[in-house]
């Protein structure tokens, strides 16, 4: 089977949340994936998508739209998870190529939801095997003991913060700048083909 080596996929996920605890019987689901694809032989993000995905155990909050701008209606209109999932393979690889998210939150909410909703993890398993937290990266790059977030990292990269920060796709563009600049010096992990 033929899969591109330099593609990789950049997630970001944004999730139903709560000015503190989630009111009961609620739970964190994801309602927006970010991904660009970058291709990393080439140095360069080449596509940014967004699926939208409607939540089934919770509902938007207001803290949510306002930290996020996503709103009930508009998460409504979305796809199941499963469907998300389904695309994540089918459009975009995911079962094959790597990915990379900012620290380990998406990896695990991915991890929890497709177990909580019997769906196949999109990403293969072990659910680290293709998994790059390129927040761990760029801490040990900069030799920081404290892992900044993103947007502290743009900073920290001289790069702009382009578009709304929590918003899915715009933070997986960010991040993806980010990955480019530790290609660039040299510190990102080339896994082997």
Known sequence: ???????????????????????????????EIGLTVVDVSAGRRVSRHRILVRPTR???????????????????????????????????????????????????QFARQSQADGVAYP?????????????AVFAAAHGLRRKPGMDQALQIAGLPLEGRHHRGEDDAWNIAALVLDLLGRGAWPVPEA
């Not at 989630?22 to 964190?28: C, E, L, M, Q, T």
């Not at 990403?123 to 927040?135: L, W």
């Open 123 to 135: 990403f293969g398993y072990p659910t680290e095997r293709t998994h790059t937290n390129a927040k």
């Open 58 to 108: 919770s509902t938007v909050s207001d803290f949510c739209t306002e930290l996020t701008g996503l709103t009930q209606a508009e998460v409504d209109r979305g796809v199941t998870f499963a469907e998300a999932c389904r695309i994540l393979v089918e459009e975009y690889g995911a079962a094959q190529r790597p990915w990379a998210s900012w620290g380990e939150y998406d990896r695990r």
């Open 1 to 31: 089977m033929h899969h591109e080596p330099s593609l990789l996929n950049v997630i970001d996920l944004e999730a139903t949340c709560w000015d503190g605890q989630p009111p009961p019987g609620s739970v964190n689901e994801i309602i």
